[in-house]
């Protein structure tokens, strides 16, 4: 058994394109080494910085003989009369490359072939690698090809070297013109010079040697380690940061750490303000003390062991006392005006092209927002609302916005509470855009939610009036995230609110923008909004698919009666109670849907059954006019099991569709009235359960 | 290492790499990418290697002299090798090498960056430089420019000069970095940061430049519709609606919806003037085509 090496050198590769470039390696070697009739390896995708590689252990020299049976022309074509073959059983021979008493006969249904066995001899294992090392290679796809040079390869980054070993033979191929051999190069900087790899066994071991660390988990796990260990020198904490941790991971050939501090004068600045500097402009890890909060030090990630000479840290500390005295440096510049005088240069801001200006949007928001109010009743008066939408949106005027585009919002937040505004204020305009679909804490005060949520509806139902819907996978304007994180608002704020209402006020305001009039607008963004209902009742509450959609099919436009309802279901649903009822709730909905409302005559009864489900029903209703105003959801669904015998009885007995019209449509009337008072609950007859078809 | 002594070494060690040391194109540009010797010379099969300083001009980047990481106008130095030689890293690493800095004790990082260019139909892959975590170069492998897929490609090195110099004189402003002969960058040019940010942010007449915007645009393509094209001049009237763009821009004149058919009208005759470029090199019989001694190693 032998280890297979493919190491291809390259230039730096782009970090988010390694772990997709790891997977599709193993997939494709998986596949192509499997065809070749390989089984049992262990195939191991390695990759740095300046590298992609791969190790597949337990490949055997050679491949298996393989025999085949071949089945030829029949005898009565082959073979003559005097048993020698015809030109038809000469040429079968020759194919399987047989002399002619060799070849064997079968007898099939359709009487007697002639047949061969034909083995196939196993070819050489690296002459098989050859071949499926350029496949591989020729399959790989990145987010982004480039070409080089004379322009014709096409790959993620240059190619400078490939090394393809079996054991300690080189396999002869080629990749982008590049011959393959056993020469790589260590690290640029600790070991930049040509060396041979003896065998593949050991690859890994050799060029840690070589200051290269090939495998991602251990550069992952030394990173975290170095970093704990500065931390806790430093007497703080790394603030977890997993997916930076990822991205540093692909960044280098050797993980190192350097920390450094900067002036704490810095510490002044909105922590948002220094957190951006330092982790998105710079790829720092953050420090955090005790109480969460910065210090005024950083972890920095560098490709390569030590910092000989302190040049590294001191560089870095420069760049970040820079980067921080420029931060510093729009903040006052921003303080000198309030954000208030801001506000009107936003009808120079464009929302949309056909939709206005931000000052529109804003207009638009602060008055949706007044009709959420107003539904609720809450003590905000609509010229707050209007005023807090503009402020809302005027920090996109700042310096430090216009620089830092990820702190809109926080920095609204922030200059407005340095202007002594009152916290339900200043916290609306740092909260309005949060949550960030379902992600994310909800906003703290009143404003902010009625804020957050206008201005969704208004972004979403806006680009819908303008035809810039979804599709697929393609939502340039984030609008299904916009519609998820107005749901979430309104189910965590648990606001007893008319959505179709609110939803109807917010296309009733780009109405005047749409070729299809506000109805088609309002129906569209609807359905858009149901269906991030459905999610939130699956994803978040976690109820069932099905329990959704029989809550929803009731109703969803009262958001947190529907979640209740929701949850109620799920939990009662698993009696068998419930399994009956889903049962005949399909059949009530089959005989009732499309039928008239008509009042119950008592005296068209003619069998007990109906004067059962009658009393049943009318129980029900008295039920749940007790529960429901006292939120007894759960109670509510529970008062319909008994319904299930009598209801199961009813069928058994009564034949609805009977000859007596007036006795039809009575019995169909007690059906339907039955039907309307589950449907405050619930459409059962929308629960998949066992015994009926999906 | 003061301003002057940086671009003269850099230049002196792409000159000994095969490089034509260029000056700097004597129309507005926003950047050393504009320049003809590297937007035309990166189209067609003739290898090339170029080396220049170019002042870019970025209204709506000044800050009246008073930010002091920040330009209206800043100097980068370009290169343009084409084909991008192999060892174009080592080259770059070897570069540094000039200014002082030695790899060996420091941390020097090719991260992901590509580069693209709406006005002149071009993109490129690459990288940003990083040294100890200051961007010193953007580093890009030309795909496409004037809307026009390249071959052979070429690499393209655009040092950012005052960065450079801040970074190595250890200054915390532009201003105070040391441009040679003991006199600060401050001396030389605040006074031009101040009056260009007061011109560009309050003073330019929009009318003006919007009637200056049309006229250029109108003379590229008359250049264009020559017979044969005049190739430089058309190029010449496109850079100035491509900057004229930019005061505009910086003026807070263009809408955003605006912005993106101005961008078009100028991409258009980039676009025309890079195809005319080809077709007249093309005509020529691409004269530098086999006729230039590239050294494929290292500089001596």
Request: glycine share 8%; charged share 25%; aromatic share 8%.
């Amino acid at each position: 058994m032998a280890t297979f090496l493919l190491e291809i050198r390259t230039e730096e590769i782009p970090a988010a394109a390694l772990p997709g470039a790891r997977r599709q390696l193993e997939d494709l070697f998986s596949v192509q080494l499997a065809e070749a009739g390989f089984a049992d390896l262990e195939i191991t995708p390695l990759s740095t910085s300046r590298r992609l590689s791969v190790v597949v252990k337990n490949l055997p020299d050679r491949q298996a003989d393989r025999s085949e049976v071949m089945t030829g022309p029949p005898s009565r074509v082959a073979v003559d009369s005097d048993g020698n073959p015809t030109p038809a059983g000469e040429g079968f021979a020759r194919k399987v490359g047989l002399p002619f008493d060799q070849i064997g006969r079968v007898e099939t249904e359709k009487g007697e072939y002639l047949t061969a066995t034909v083995v196939h001899k196993g070819r050489d294992t690296s002459e098989i690698l050859a071949e499926i090392v350029s496949t591989v290679v020729a399959a790989l796809r990145f987010p982004k090809m480039m070409r080089w040079g004379d322009g014709t390869p096409i790959f993620v980054r240059p190619v400078h070297g490939v090394v393809a070993l079996l054991g300690s033979e080189v396999i002869r191929c080629a990749l982008f013109g590049v011959e393959a051999s056993r020469s790589t190069v260590g690290h640029r900087v600790h070991s930049p010079e040509t060396f041979e790899l003896e065998s593949a066994d050991g690859y890994a071991e050799t060029m840690i040697e070589r200051g290269v660390v090939v495998d991602p988990a251990e550069r992952k796990q030394r990173l975290e380690e170095l970093a704990e260990a500065l931390a806790s020198e430093a007497g703080a904490r790394v603030h977890p940061d997993p997916e930076l941790m990822a991205e540093h991971v692909e960044l280098v050939e050797w993980p190192g750490l350097i920390a450094g501090s900067f002036e704490e004068r810095f510490l002044e600045l909105p922590p948002e303000v220094v957190v951006t500097t330092l982790r998105y402009h710079q790829k720092c890890l953050i420090l955090e003390n005790g109480d969460n909060g910065l210090q005024d030090a950083f972890i920095g990630v560098i490709d390569r062991k030590d910092d000989p000479e302190g040049l590294i840290r001191q560089g870095n500390e420069w760049v970040i006392g820079a980067r921080l005295a420029d931060a510093g440096f729009f903040f006052a510049e921003d303080r000198k005006r309030t954000l208030a005088e801001l506000v009107p240069g936003l009808d120079r801001l464009e929302f949309h092209r056909v939709l206005g200006s931000l000052a529109d949007k804003a207009a638009r928001v602060g008055k949706l927002a007044a009709v959420f109010a107003n539904a609720l009743d809450a003590n905000v008066a609509p010229e707050q609302l209007h005023t807090a939408a503009g402020l809302a949106k005027a920090d996109l005027l700042t310096n430090m916005v216009g620089e830092f585009p990820e702190l809109q919002g926080i920095m609204g937040g922030h200059y407005l509470r340095l202007e002594g505004a009152d916290d339900g204020l200043w916290t609306a305009v740092r909260d309005h855009y949060a949550p960030v679909g379902f992600e994310g804490a909800v906003p703290e005060s009143v404003t902010g939610k009625f804020l957050g949520v206008a201005d969704r509806l208004d972004t979403v139902a806006g680009l819908f009036a303008v035809g810039e819907r979804p599709s697929g996978s393609k939502d340039p304007f984030g609008l299904r995230r916009a519609a998820q994180g107005a749901v979430k608002i309104v189910a965590e704020a648990g606001w007893e609110v008319d959505l179709n209402e609110m939803i109807q006020a917010a296309a009733d305001a780009v109405a005047d923008f749409s070729k299809d009039g506000e109805a088609a607008v309002a129906d569209a963004v609807t359905a858009f909004v149901a269906d991030r209902v459905r999610r939130w009742l699956t994803d978040v509450v976690k109820v069932s698919g099905d329990t959704a959609d029989a809550v929803m099919s009731a109703d969803w436009s009262n958001l947190p009666a529907a979640v209740a309802r929701a949850e109620a279901l799920e939990r009662v649903r698993t009696s068998e109670s419930f399994r009956i009822l889903a049962l005949a709730f399909k059949r009530v909905r089959n005989i009732t849907d499309g039928q008239p409302d008509r009042g119950v005559d008592q005296e068209l009864f003619e069998m007990a059954e109906e004067r059962e489900l009658f009393a049943a029903t009318e129980e029900f209703a008295e039920h749940l006019q007790g529960l429901l105003p006292k939120r007894q959801v759960e109670e509510a669904f529970l008062a319909m099991e008994p319904i299930a015998e009598i209801l199961e009885r009813f069928f058994v007995e009564v034949l609805v569709m009977c000859e007596d019209e007036r006795v039809r449509d009575n019995r169909m009337a007690l059906l339907k009235q039955l039907g309307q008072q589950f449907m405050e609950l619930a459409d059962l007859s929308k629960l998949q359960v066992e015994g009926g078809e999906k | 290492m003061d301003l002057q002594t940086l671009i003269l070494d850099l230049q002196r060690y792409w000159a000994d790499c095969g490089c034509i040391i260029q000056q700097p194109y004597d129309v507005e540009v926003g950047a050393g990418t504009m320049h003809p010797e590297s937007f035309l010379r990166v189209l067609g099969p003739e290898p090339y290697r170029v080396a220049y300083v170019q002042p870019s001009r970025r209204p709506a980047d000044a800050r009246y002299g008073e930010n002091p990481f920040r330009l209206g106008r800043h100097l980068q130095l370009q290169v343009i090798l084409k084909p991008s030689p192999d060892d174009v890293q080592e080259l770059y690493l070897k570069s540094l090498g000039v200014l002082g800095i030695d790899p060996a004790v420091h941390d020097i990082r090719f991260e992901e960056d590509n580069w693209e260019s709406p006005t002149l139909g071009a993109w490129g892959v690459g990288w940003q430089v990083l040294l100890d975590g200051m961007e010193i170069t953007q580093f890009t492998y030309f795909q496409q420019a004037g809307g026009i897929e390249l071959s052979p490609i070429s690499a393209e090195l655009t040092y950012g000069l005052e960065r450079i110099a801040m970074f190595l004189q250890r200054k915390d402003s532009i201003y105070d970095i040391e441009w040679g002969g003991g006199v600060a960058y401050g001396a030389v040019r605040l006074e031009d940061e101040r009056e260009s940010s007061i011109y560009g942010f309050e003073v330019a007449d929009v009318e003006m430049l919007r009637r200056h915007f049309e006229d250029w645009e109108s003379e590229a393509k008359r250049c264009l519709e020559h017979e044969p094209p005049l190739v430089i001049p058309a190029v010449e009237a496109t850079l100035k609606t491509s900057h004229l763009f930019n005061l505009l821009d910086a003026r807070g004149a263009i809408s955003v919806t605006e912005r993106v058919g101005l961008i078009a009208r100028v991409r258009r005759n980039a676009v025309a003037a890079a195809r005319a470029s080809l077709e007249q090199r093309e005509a020529l019989g691409f004269p530098l085509a086999g006729d230039v001694d590239i050294p494929s190693g290292e500089a001596d």
